[in-house]
């Protein structure tokens, strides 16, 4: 409900705008954020969507589908995103995974006691290389923005800014589904997606392929 009634009317709830202190309005995004806010995000990808669509409630079906099964957007707004454009047919990927490995060696005296290997397609032309890492997220990271370097070299101006792992529910022990969220950044802006799986590393992978998605979406 204040959602609804910012976005209609600001001064609702805002006592002055935010851009008057150098700040921006920002309505987080879930399944009970009510639809007007919902169409904030889908008009950022398509301004001429209409609220009773077809295409909306597809949008809706699918995030509600997605949050129930443990992914959660008020923190990714870039993950959310991309699953807007996939799921209105704008999305149009950069790089196709072919297969990662992640090969974990233990004890270690250097701290790199990773090695991630991954295999990418970009316009029919395949990729393949490996990296050492503090622990095979960081590994992987390495690797991916490695490989996809010889097709975006602008892949370097991203990083990994912030990692964090929650557990959803704890009945199921090691087996657990954990829900990654990912920070990332180019220097000047910041950006989050998120990844759930039982598999840790696949749930680190849909984050980190999602941050790249919509990087280079954004400098392209």
């Not at 990927?93 to 072919?98: K, M, S």
Request: net charge neutral.
């Amino acid at each position: 409900m204040h959602s609804d009634a910012v976005i209609k009317q600001p001064t609702s709830y805002e006592h002055i705008p935010p851009e008057m202190v150098g700040n921006s309005r920002r309505v987080l995004m879930s399944e009970v954020a009510g639809r007007s806010a919902i169409m904030l995000a889908l008009q950022a990808v398509d301004p001429h969507i209409d609220r009773n669509s077809e295409k909306t409630k597809k949008v809706l079906s699918k995030l509600k589908e997605l949050e129930h099964g443990g992914y959660e957007f008020e923190g990714a707004e870039a993950s959310l995103e991309v699953l807007i454009s996939k799921q209105l047919g704008k999305f149009r990927p950069h790089f196709e995974l072919g297969k990662f490995n992640v090969v974990i060696h233990e004890p270690t005296e250097d701290k790199i006691s990773c090695v991630a290997s991954v295999k990418i397609r970009v316009d029919g032309e395949d990729e393949m290389t490996a990296a050492e890492g503090e622990g095979p997220v960081n590994a992987l990271d390495i690797a991916i923005r490695r490989a996809l370097g010889v097709f975006y070299p602008e892949i370097k101006k991203m990083s990994l800014s912030d990692y964090k792992v929650r557990v959803l529910g704890s009945k199921d022990g090691t087996a657990s589904k954990v829900r990654v969220l990912i920070t990332s950044t180019n220097g000047k802006k910041s950006w989050r997606t998120v990844g759930v799986s039982a598999d840790i590393i696949e749930a680190s992978w849909l984050a980190l392929a999602d941050s790249v998605e919509y990087f280079l979406s954004a400098v392209r």
